[in-house]
């Protein structure tokens, strides 16, 4: 395989399909310190044309995807198969052909290649190849003229996004292998005293992406492994630090917005989630660490 040490990476946005932009726009704005980074779009590419709009939410972008009205694409096959939920995570890089070649020499299937006019560029790894998860990379041609992630503004921080994998070992092989620049910044252990699932942080183009799985002593019989049995593997949560934790949990539930889990995690810190249900698909695990 070629060498991609000089290839530059960073993360861009973590990308939500949904039946409507406008509903969970709403809902995200409602309950979260958002801020719109562009407006509602459409796009075309080779898997068809879709509806898009992002916003910055604690120092990361989100992305907000639907097929247009009346013609089912690619978004509509998504959530007829899987629901309203994560559908990629989306990279930006300065050297795509580099980074394709290397993931093809090592039998990485990559899908939906596609050039543009400007100088830009995409391609995608399969969820087959990468432990569930569809991964975007972006060419930017212009590296330096374009801003880095956005500053946290106090008041939320994306901490990660979650994925359920049967082996963080082989996932921590494959993004250390293929991602230039990624670094272990938490090895593989045990949650807490219980051993209800194992876990694992890498940082990957400046964004933290979590690993869990099943305990070794146990293994399927638990929150991982039932996810996998019923999904596969794949994006399982984002986490997010709220400056206001108690208000915001309050709002939801005073909106008839399902909370659940309400504890003190393995490191002592106060949290809850969004039950996907509520969250077009999104479990949302709200950490109270920005005091």
Do not use: C
């Not at 939500?16 to 407006?39: H, M, N, T, W």
């Not at 394709?100 to 391609?123: I, P, W």
């Not at 994006?235 to 917005?257: C, P, Q, Y």
């Amino acid at each position: 395989m070629a060498a991609t040490d000089d290839v530059r990476l960073r993360f861009d946005h973590v990308s939500i399909a949904v039946k409507s932009i406008d509903r969970a726009y709403e809902f995200f704005s409602k309950y979260f310190p958002i801020k719109l980074r562009g407006a509602k779009s459409l796009d075309e590419q080779v898997s068809g044309s879709f509806y898009w709009q992002d916003f910055h939410l604690g120092g990361f972008v989100v992305e907000l995807i639907e097929d247009p009205p009346g013609k089912p694409g690619f978004v509509s096959k998504f959530i007829e198969r899987h629901g309203e939920g994560m559908h990629h995570l989306s990279i930006e890089t300065d050297g795509l052909d580099q980074l394709v070649a290397n993931l093809k020499a090592g039998g990485v299937r990559v899908v939906d290649e596609q050039k543009y006019d400007s100088g830009s560029a995409t391609a995608f790894i399969s969820p087959r190849s990468a432990f569930g998860a569809l991964i975007q990379f972006w060419h930017t041609p212009n590296w330096e003229e374009k801003h880095p992630k956005p500053a946290p503004d106090g008041l939320a921080y994306f901490d990660h996004v979650s994925l359920a994998v049967k082996d963080i070992a082989a996932a921590y092989k494959f993004f250390t292998s293929y991602f230039p620049g990624t670094k272990i910044s938490h090895e593989i252990h045990t949650s807490n005293s219980e051993g209800n699932f194992d876990l694992g942080h890498l940082e990957v183009a400046g964004f933290k992406l979590e690993f869990i799985q099943s305990p070794a002593h146990k293994p399927d019989n638990d929150f991982v492994g039932k996810f996998i049995a019923r999904y596969g593997e794949g994006m399982h949560h984002v986490s997010i630090d709220l400056k206001d934790f108690d208000a915001t949990r309050e709002r939801l539930k005073r909106d008839g917005i399902r909370v659940v889990d309400e504890k003190r995690n393995w490191r002592g810190e106060r949290q809850y989630f969004i039950s996907p249900q509520s969250a077009f698909g999104v479990l949302i695990q709200i950490w109270d660490g920005l005091q």
